[in-house]
Structures are given as C-alpha cells and as structure tokens.
C-alpha cells in the first residue's frame, strides 16, 4: 500500500503541468477604441496587437490555450461613447473584461460602472493622476502603460539630481480630452515639495508669448506640454529674450507623437530656423524609453503589416508600434496569467476582484521587455531624456534614462553636467516656496536698505558739517512684481467639472 | 345636413373642456434623495412636499387628476449612488420622470444617462453653472430652483448699480460636494467682465485670516461662502485691521440655511460678541427671496407635521419650507402641465424630449408664488440683499430685492446709499487684475521704515547741532500689487477632476 500511495504521488506530480494547463473557459472582451483615425490609439492601430496577443495566447500547446476570447470591438468618441455602449448592453450578459477606453473623462465613467459590477478594465490610458485611487469608484483598473505620475518622477528625479528646486508648468488645454493638462496635472500632483506654477494656453487664442515669458523669469525650469509649433513659438520668444543661454533649463514632454521632437523637430524651413536651432539647444525632452528584443520586430513588423492592410495611411508613424499598440497588447497577456491564477485556486471568471488582484504587483515578459505592475496595478515606467548633443548640427540624443522599478537616473556617455547646470543663478531660493513674493525676505531688504541709506545720510552730512541747506529728494517706484495668469486656470478648472466630466 | 354639421361643431365645442382634461395615464417616478438627515434636501423633509403635490394634483376634478403617479424613492449618497440604482433597476422598465438627485456630481451622472434614453428629470438641485449646458449631455434636465448663476445676477446688478469693479470671491471647498465651490463659480462664470480673484480655503486647514486680508487690500467687494462660523472669524479679523470702515464691501451668500445669517447670526454669547456686531455692519448677506400667500401657509403647515411625524427633529428649523421642498413640489405641477399638453397634441409619455420642451420658457403658479422658467429650462430666481439697518440692536433688514425675471433691482425703504458707498477709494483700479504679488507693497514698507529711521536720526542730529538747515523732500509712486493664493484653486482644480467627477 505505501508503493502504490508513493506511486499515486509520482502519477499526480508528473501529471501537474498538464493539470495546471487545463483550464477552458470563453472569455468576453469589451473593447473601446475610436474609430475616428486621429487617435494614435484608433481602433485602426491597437485592433491588430489584440488580436495578435490573442493569436498567440490560444497556440496550440500553449499555457493558455484553453481561454476562448470572444473579443468585441466597439467605438469609443472621448466623450460618453463608451460609457452608453456600455451600459445598453449590459441588460443582456455582461463582459468579462473591458479594454480601454484611453480618454480620461470617458474612461472614468467606464470603470466607474464597470467596478460597480465587478469586471475588469484594462487600459493603456487613463493616466491622469486621478485614477491611482483605486479603494472606491477606480477599483477594477489595471493601468498598462505608465501613468503621467509615473513620468513625472523622472522631473524629481532630475530635480533631485540636479538641485533644482522651482518649475514653472507651461501647457496647452482644449478643455476637452486635456491631454497635456492631464500630463502636466502628473508633474504637479507628485512635486508638492517643489516650488510649482503653472500656466495654461488655450487652444483657440494666440499664444502670449510675452505674458508666458514674464512669468518664467523666476523659476529655473519650464515644463512644456504643448503642440511642436507652440514649443517653437516659445523657444523662440525665449531665444530673443536671451533666455536660452543657460540660466533657464527647458523641458517638453512628449510621450506618444515621436514625430514631435528630436532630429529636427526645430526645422520648419522658414527663416527661424537658425535661431530655432540655436534655441532649442536649451529644450531637453522627456519621452517614453525605447527597447528592442527580436521578438517586439517581429511585432512590428505585423503591426504594420496590418494598418497597412487596413488601407490606414493617415501620418508618417501610423504603422509604428507605440505606447498603446503595445500596451493593448500585453493587456491580453496580463489577464490570461492573471485568470489562469484565479481559476487555479478555484475562483470563477467573474469574480473581477480576485482577477484584477493577479494582475497588480507582478512582473511578467511584455512584447517590448519586461512590464512591471505596482501593487496599486499601475504600471512602472521607464523613460529617456533626451538632448541636442551637437548644436552645429541640431541633432539630439538619449543623455539619461528614468527606471520606474527601481527608481534609478541612469547618466549614458552623451550626458553634459554642463548642459544641466543653471548659470548665472543664487544659488539659494526662498525658503518659503507658498509665498511666491518673497514678502519676509522683501520687507526685510527694504528695512537694510532704508538704514543704510540714513546712516549714509548720517555720515555725508557729518563730513559736510557747515552751513548747508541740504534737499534730499527720493523716488521710489514700483517694485518688480509676478504677474500670474492663474485666471485660465481656474476657469478652466471650472469650466472642466461639467464641459467634460 | 348643414345643421346637423352645425349641431355636430356645438356638440364638440361644448364637449372640448372634458375631453381636454380626460387624459389618463400611469406615470412612474423616480425620486432620489438622501435617506441621511444631514442634507437640507433629505427624504424626511422633501418627501411630503412631492407627495402633497401628489395629492393635489390627483385630486377629484383636477385638470390632471387623470394622471397617476406611481412614484419610488430611491436614496441618493451624493456620490454615485444614484446612479448605480438607475443603471441596475434600468433593464426593467425604465421610469417616466426622474426627480433629483441634488447633488453636483451624483446628479451630472444621472442627467447624462436619462438625457441618453430621453426621460426628464427635474431637480431643485444642480445648481452648477456646467449644467447650463443643455445641447448635449445634460438635454433632458430642467431645474427647479434658481441656480447659481441666477444667483450670480445679484451681484452683476449690484456691480452695476454701485460701479463696484473688483471683487475677492472667498470660499471653502470640501472637495466632495463642493457647495460653496459651484456657488461662487457661478459668481465667476457671470462676472467675467468685472475684476475678480478667488481664495479657497480648505475645510481641514485652520483658516489663515492674515494671508485672507492680505489678499483683500486690493479688491472692493469681499463675496464669501462658508459656514457660519468662519464668516465670523474673516469679519472679527477684518475688524481688528480696520477694514470694515467702509473701504470694503462685505458679502456672504446663504441661499439654504436660514439659520445662519441675519438677527443675530453675529452672536456666540463669547467676548467678542461686540466686535463681531460692529464688523457684522459691513456684512450684507445674499440670499432666496421669501415670498408669502395665503396657500403657502397651509402648504407649511402641512410639512411641519409631515416632518415632526416622521420623528425628525434634527435641527431648529428642518420643519420649514425651504428652496428644495418648494422645487420638489412645483416640479410635479410643472411635469403634469407639460405632459398634459404634449399629450394633447399626440405625444406619448415616453417622448422625453416633447414633455421636456413644454416645462421650459413658462411661467406658472408655484406653491409659494409665480415660478418663471427661462427657455432654457432654468427657473429665474429672485433674491434678496440683507444688511445691518440697525448697528446697535445688531438687526438686519432687507434692503433690495433682485427680480431674475425681468432683471430688476429693487431699493427698499430700509435702503441706505451712504452704507453701499464704498469710502476712501480711488476711483480707478489698476488696469491690469493679473498682476499678482505683495512683493512691492512690503519692500515699500520697509524702506519706508528704514527712511522714517534714518530721517529720524537726522533730526535728532538736527536739534543737537543747530545750526543745520535741512530740507527732506520724498515722493514715493508704487503700482499697488495683487497678491493671489491660486495654487489652492489650481489644486483643487485637478484633484476635482476625478476625486469626485
């Protein structure tokens, strides 16, 4: 009886492989993506990297071969699309996960409901610094692709490495999406400790440049999230200004339109273009990190093979593979190890909960690399910044990378201490950051200037001690001040709670 | 035959009066308000306002006793509730009208969804100045009670009567519901011709009374949102810096509770009872006009013993009749006068958009008086303006009144012009409103100290020499700076955008 109970143990062990390969189960995915082609993640360009990550997971022999996706595209407009899609359907049998969608407003609404009833989201958008809570409404969302908080790590880390203590956020807002809104919103949300202003443009008026510059004057950085034009049309300004000779450090943010910064991203072939150049030696540029394994080749060379297939010619970088191509991609893979874990202990494909808990703090192999999930469900960013390294020529390179693992700035061989140090700068700042004016600091200048002046006063009058008639006339004119346009802010701020939400 | 044809055309004719009231329909309603007392808008005091309603408008005979109500209440948390019982109970039949939720955001939720399948909803709530935007998402909704910016009318006729210019809007934002923060947005979404700055305080911090005043000195008119006690706390500040000497206009707006403004609204039985009475002079309070006729006081009557019989007694005045339980009830006439008529012309009650469009651009009689419902849907309000007419017993009285209807604003005998006359000013303001810092204004005062120090040494200087002529001659110029607390705004600004969109 002990052999055949040891026997029973070595059948059951050499069984488990097989065991643990054998789960079946249809799975029914919910996919919002925009049919409208201007999106770079239309359904157009994200469609094919779903279904090749589901091509690839069904193999045969594969782990998770057993999983049957029904996989349903549906539109998404940025607005409440997918929100009433949603919500119409869901009278009938509800999904098991949901993809996308990528705008905040809408992807708000989306997982709001989609929480409510348990399933899980997965979206390489929704990055607004909003949804890392997730104890209530967001709780069922797994993010992808790096959230804008993620990004915005790589500035304090800068901001640490470099000492660099006030930042002034310069941005765009169509008070519709707000994508650099949101952008920026990251920057601000994690530099509480830093001395942060900000400045919106909107889309429709001519960019002030004179108003944006004055308000540059007493901060080290600025922080642009904007058009490739309007980048332009500020560095420019500034270029006049003689603000690009150092004593200003200039950055954009530009994660998903590649064809927006680096090489030649000042050229326009007007006669700007030299002094653009000139200028943009000064604008650094904080984009995603890149890698490259044979397998992600592969993947794009299929990714375009299908845009092009799908008659998609829209831009110049239609067919590349980006942040969501890539994201909606290793969405899939996410989900089968995380359903596979769930069903092995026994719970069912619509405890939404118990799936999306298998998703967050894990790493696992991504298309492009290893994709590392915190244990808020966000993913771990990484992210390059970039440099003109040859000003002659105008040409850039990646100086540093940001690793969102581990936290590390990474300094590569083309890094210039020099180009990063603010010149012609105190070093001290006020203490105080909140007080934007300085009042204490002022006050107390005023007061030594003051007595100075009457011991001067003092002293003169000593040395010419006869029978003077001294007049002692003093103008005192208005001190500098900051001029703050924060107005666009807030009625932004409220004109955001309902255009939008 | 020709008098059988005139004999048909007197038969009909003379039937036309029943035929008009002979429609007869089952109507159901959902209604969402909040089972917690705490709201001024909770089931135990709106319930029986709808339910009078109710009964009146089923009475025997009635022009619309051929409608029948069948109506659920439903609990409404302010955050999403509302919605998520909407959108479960929706796969069944779905209701004809909805009234409430009174909440901003739990009530965007709701008005988007009904507006998608076309069901009215009529609330004396959402009173943001976002919902005024009826092209879209919000098509469906008609309000009851006189929103925000209606309220704001006040103040833009009260600028003008006076040629006030400039205004410091100060409120507190609990980031949550946000009360205070919409009502002063609808101030500022209004005035944007006028000169106006904002100040948020946050519920949790102590409140900074200096960097309050500090943000004063260059406004006119302070308008203010907050509780009670904080109001209190700006005013004893702004007394002991002696700003309530007439070169300051104080405001408060309190549309809800009754309580906390007017005789009295001073006194805390502490020392400074007295301060606070004296600085209580400059305070004039903004809030719902109260009108009186005879079936209004049956109407209260009856809510008071509705109120005291559901065993509510949580506060000094929860019996009475207030903006929400008024709204509530006319909401039901106003929904039968439109069905009435759009079912006259052939429309069923499902035609959302039809009923919608017959509340809108009407006016009616209302429990309390004329409710005037402009063409967008938003009922006109009409306001008064209270201030202290007797300085010495600390009593208020109504001194204007503002009729939304037609625009007007109305002088009272109690009426004091000297009072409203803003004293010690220039006349012009600063051309530029955003222009911001205290920079200038504390340098200026230091040197001022620090010349007053060295004059001073020189006449001591003088007396003992004697034989010194001196002649000090001083002209100091100095553009008078603003100094703007905007970063709590912008803050809030993003946190807003999903802490509870």
């Known amino acids: 009886m002990p052999f055949l109970g040891a026997l029973c143990v070595y059948f059951l062990i050499g069984l488990r492989p097989v065991m643990t390969n054998n789960i079946t189960e249809d799975i029914d995915v919910l996919v919002f993506l925009p049919q409208n082609n201007s999106y770079p993640f239309s359904h157009a360009r994200v469609a094919p990297a779903i279904l090749y990550a589901q091509q690839r997971l069904q193999a045969e022999g594969g782990q998770y071969s057993g999983i049957h996706f029904n996989i349903h595209f549906e539109n998404s407009d940025c607005v409440n699309g997918a929100l009433f899609l949603l919500l119409d359907r869901s009278c009938g049998q509800k999904p098991d996960l949901i993809l996308g969608p990528v705008c905040e407003y809408e992807a708000a609404a989306v997982v709001r409901m989609a929480s409510h009833w348990d399933i899980p989201v997965i979206s390489a958008g929704a990055l607004a610094a909003g949804f890392s809570n997730k104890n209530t409404e967001f709780s069922q969302l797994t993010r992808i692709a790096p959230s804008y908080v993620k990004m915005a790590e790589t500035f304090t880390a800068m901001f640490e490495h470099f000492t660099w203590r006030s930042a002034l956020l310069l941005f765009e807002d169509d008070k519709q999406e707000r994508n650099c809104y949101f952008t920026l919103e990251g920057v601000y949300h994690l530099m509480a400790d830093f001395n942060i202003k900000s400045y919106a443009v909107s889309m429709e008026e001519r960019l002030d440049t004179d108003d944006i510059l004055q308000n540059i004057h007493d901060t080290e950085v600025v922080i642009m999230c904007m058009g490739a034009d309007r980048i332009r049309e500020v560095m420019l300004a500034a270029h006049r200004r003689r603000l690009t000779n150092g004593s200003y ?105 118990e799936i999306t808990s298998h998703m967050w703090n894990r790493t696992f192999e991504g298309i492009a690399g290893q994709v590392s999930m915190d244990v808020n469900g966000d993913r771990n960013g990484d992210f390059s910044l970039m440099a003109m390294t040859n000003v002659d020529a105008g040409t850039y390179e990646v100086v540093a990378n940001y690793f969102g693992g581990n936290g590390t700035f990474q300094l590569l061989p083309a890094f210039n201490a020099e180009h990063f140090t603010l010149r012609g700068r105190h070093k001290a700042q006020p203490e105080v950051p909140d007080k934007s004016c300085g009042l204490g600091v002022s006050a107390l200048t005023g007061v030594i200037v003051g007595a100075v002046l009457g011991t001067a006063l003092l002293i003169a009058f000593y040395l010419f001690r006869k029978n003077y008639r001294i007049t002692i006339e003093r103008r005192t004119q208005g001190e500098e001040c900051d001029t703050g346009k924060h107005r666009q802010l807030r009625e932004d701020s409220i004109r955001s709670n309902f255009s939008a939400a």
Chains 1, 2 share one sequence.
Request: aromatic share 14%.
């Open 249 to 353: 450090m200039f950055f954009n943010v530009e994660l998903f339109n590649a064809s927006s910064y680096g090489n030649g991203s000042w050229k326009r072939g007007d006669k700007y273009d030299s002094d653009a150049r000139q200028a943009y030696a000064s604008l650094n540029t904080v984009t995603l990190l890149r890698t490259v394994k044979p397998e992600f080749e592969k993947f794009s060379v299929e990714m375009k093979k299908s845009v092009e297939k799908s008659g998609f010619h829209g831009c110049k970088d239609c067919g590349s593979v980006n942040m969501f191509v890539e994201g909606f991609h290793d969405a899939m893979l996410l989900y089968a190890i995380a359903l596979h874990e769930a069903m092995k202990n026994g719970y069912s494909k619509k405890n939404g909960t």
